[in-house]
């Protein structure tokens, strides 16, 4: 059991937390709003994933790195992590994208 991969996982999603903080783009500028978004993109993907377990599409690779832990058969407890990065992920870079290109067009004459 190694909880490299968690670890490396909680690490990115701090990261991704702190950019977040400091310019305000996500889940610091509206939290409950975050927080829906954020719950609705984990459940989704969850689900996809549920699906895609049972129709033997998606399954469960042993590696040394992972804890070795299940939620469900064949879903990993890092998983949810990694999910719930990817949607923080998407929603800043969304939110910084979308800052960025009003401050440019609010440069234009």
């Known amino acids: 059991m190694s909880l490299v991969y968690l670890g490396c996982l909680l690490l990115a999603l701090s990261c991704v937390l702190a950019v977040d903080r400091r310019f305000r783009l996500f889940v610091w500028r509206a939290p409950a709003h975050a927080a829906l978004v954020l ?58 994208a979308d800052r960025l290109l009003a401050a440019r067009d609010r440069g234009r004459p």
């Open 39 to 96: 719950a609705t993109g984990l459940v989704f993907l969850l689900a996809w994933d549920a699906a895609g377990i049972a129709l033997g599409i998606f399954f469960r690779a042993e590696t040394a790195v992972m804890t070795g832990l299940v939620i469900a058969p064949e879903l990993p407890v890092e998983e949810p992590v990694f999910l719930l990065f990817l949607c923080e992920l998407t929603m800043v870079l969304f939110c910084g």
